[in-house]
Structures are given as structure tokens and as C-alpha cells.
DNA sequence: ACGCCCGCCTGTAAGC
DNA sequence: TGCTTACAGGCGGGCG
């Protein structure tokens, strides 16, 4: 989302909305599309904000256009003449020319237009967000008193948007792995020197995540702007690595559900 | 109040 | 080959 969002500060900050098309029923579900288009069309984008894995687009007329791609989203950058490619649900024109085009073959995506006074409300989420790694590391005596607030296993915490702002299961079972943790460890159970590791971990993880603009799987579903994929996939240390050698310990890495979720372990050198 | 688990959708790959 | 099944990066809501 972060790479997404650089994107979208230099290709659409500084434009006017033209025209905005939507088809389909389920990507603009919290207002109708008459509201929506209205609320946008003719409104210039001053900024764009990324809090957790939601976007934020600051429109001149005070509202605020709210973009979460949840798990097949993609926003691209594209021209009047380019193909509209299927699960294509909304295309926005600018009057300087050029196209941003929101593509969700799965549609759990969404996007609608709200004012900052009610954007909490509207989405829950927000209102009780955690530390941002990315945008503000946070001091390692707060981490590790918010840290032992919670009761939860550090897989499902990690993912928990309300503990860490923007990690889900890719980046969660890179952190993991990082800090030689296993996934079900509890927060009272670390010890000084592994909450050290794990705070450590974190910021480096998603650091170096941005840095190579994310990780594409092989769905190829994550893309930028451009269509573009990320290339932090290429080093990844336990995700999608099952069976492959542990690049600590030469260990195969393990794979096992956990809350629904793929994971990715090394059995021998995470603790 | 919290943790767990399902449902939301379509596409793809594995399995038979 | 063709059909069926499992699974995919996230979240909200309903349940116990």
C-alpha cells in the first residue's frame, strides 16, 4: 500500500477530476454511485495518505476519497485509449488527460467519498489504529508496553490492526522469522532480549518490504501503479517457502494453518 | 470484551 | 482431458 501510495502522490496529486465511471454492484457499497460520482467529479486531489492498508485521498472540496484493495484490488494508472481490462469497477478521468482505473476481480475492494469528520465512524478500523511502522517507528518502551497489554499469540497479534498498522500474513511470517519467533508464542512469554528481537524485526522488515515495493506473489496480484510488480517476494525468508531450506539453519520451512491462515515457519530456529 | 471462525467473491492450481 | 476441490495478500460480524 505504501508503494501504491508514492504512485499515487506523483501521478494523481495535483489533478482535477473529470468524469468517474463505476460498474458493477459491489465496489461502491456504502453510498450510491450517483452520490459517489457526484462527490467526485469536478474536485482536485491535494494529497494522499496511507493510514494502516487504507488510502486516503484529500479532495480540494474538504472530502476525503477512501480506497482499501482488501485482497485483489488494483489501482492503475492508464490512458482513455488502453483496454479496459474484465472486473474493471470504476475508472476516474482527469481533465489534464490520463485515466486511474480500480480493478478487483474478487471485489471485497472498495472505495466511497466521506468528510474527516465522519471518516471515523465510517470505518471503525480507523478510529483505533496501532503503531505505524512504516510512516513512525515507535519507541522500543512503548512497543514493549503495548506488547505486554496483549494476551493474543504473536502471529494473529501482529496482524491485529489494532496492535500494528498494515501487516497481514505475508509480512507478519517474514517478521517471525526475522526474530526467530514461532507464530503461537504469547507477548509474557518473551523474554527482554526476544521482544528486543521482535521490535527490531518489524521495523526492519517493513523497511526493507518498501523499500523493494512489495511482494508480488504468483498470482501476480499485487501490482503498482504501472502495473509493475514489487520485488520483495525474491526475499522472502519464510512465506510461500515451504519445504525450501531455512536460509538461517538450512531447516526445511514449514507450513500449517493457523486461524485460517497459511504460515510459514522455519520448526528449528524460530523458537 | 475477547478470541475464533465464517462469509464475502472470482480465478487458479492441484488432485482425482 | 475435464471435473471437483482447496485456497488466495483482509476484513466485519456473529458466535460462544
Redesign the pocket.
Known amino acids: 500500500m505504501e508503494t501504491i501510495r508514492r504512485g499515487l502522490e506523483r501521478e494523481v496529486v495535483g489533478k482535477r477530476v473529470k468524469t468517474v465511471q463505476v460498474t458493477g454492484?459491489?465496489t461502491i457499497r456504502r453510498q450510491t454511485k450517483k452520490v459517489f460520482i457526484s462527490k467526485l467529479e469536478g474536485a482536485k486531489i491535494n494529497g494522499v495518505e496511507r493510514r494502516?492498508?487504507?488510502l486516503l485521498l484529500k479532495l480540494d472540496t474538504g472530502d476525503i476519497l477512501v480506497i482499501?484493495?482488501?485482497?485483489?484490488g488494483q489501482l492503475l494508472r492508464a490512458q482513455a485509449k488502453d483496454a479496459v481490462v474484465?472486473?474493471t469497477h470504476m475508472v476516474m478521468t482527469f481533465t489534464q488527460g490520463g485515466q486511474l482505473r480500480f480493478v478487483d476481480?474478487?471485489?471485497?475492494g472498495e472505495l466511497f467519498v466521506t468528510t474527516p469528520e465522519e471518516l471515523t465512524s465510517d470505518?471503525?478500523?480507523?478510529a483505533d489504529l496501532g503503531m505505524d511502522p512504516v510512516d513512525e517507528p515507535q519507541s522500543w518502551v512503548k512497543f514493549r508496553e503495548q506488547l505486554m497489554r496483549?494476551?493474543?499469540?504473536l502471529k494473529?497479534?501482529l496482524?491485529?490492526?489494532s496492535f500494528l498498522a498494515?501487516?497481514?500474513?505475508?509480512?507478519?511470517d517474514e517478521i517471525l522469522w526475522e526474530a526467530g519467533l514461532r507464530h503461537d508464542r504469547t507477548p509474557q512469554s518473551l523474554s527482554t532480549m526476544e521482544v528486543r528481537r521482535l521490535y527490531r524485526a518489524i521495523v526492519e522488515v517493513l523497511h526493507e518490504a518498501v523499500k523493494h515495493r512489495?511482494?508480488?506473489?504468483?498470482?501476480?496480484?499485487?501490482?503498482d501503479l504501472h502495473g509493475k510488480p514489487?520485488e520483495f517476494q525474491l526475499l522472502h525468508q519464510a512465506?510461500?517457502r515451504e519445504g525450501q531450506a531455512c536460509r538461517r539453519c538450512r531447516s526445511p520451512i514449514a507450513?500449517e494453518?493457523v486461524?485460517?491462515?497459511?504460515t510459514f515457519y522455519c520448526p528449528n530456529c524460530q523458537i
Do not use: C, W
Not at 150 to 153: D, F, I, L, N, S
Open positions: 454492484t459491489r494502516g492498508k487504507y482499501h484493495l482488501r485482497m485483489s474484465k472486473h476481480p474478487r471485489t471485497f470505518v471503525t478500523e480507523l496483549r494476551t493474543t499469540k494473529p497479534l496482524m491485529d490492526q498494515g501487516v497481514g500474513n505475508i509480512y507478519s512489495g511482494s508480488t506473489l504468483s498470482d501476480e496480484q499485487y501490482v514489487g512465506y510461500a507450513r494453518k486461524g485460517q491462515r497459511s
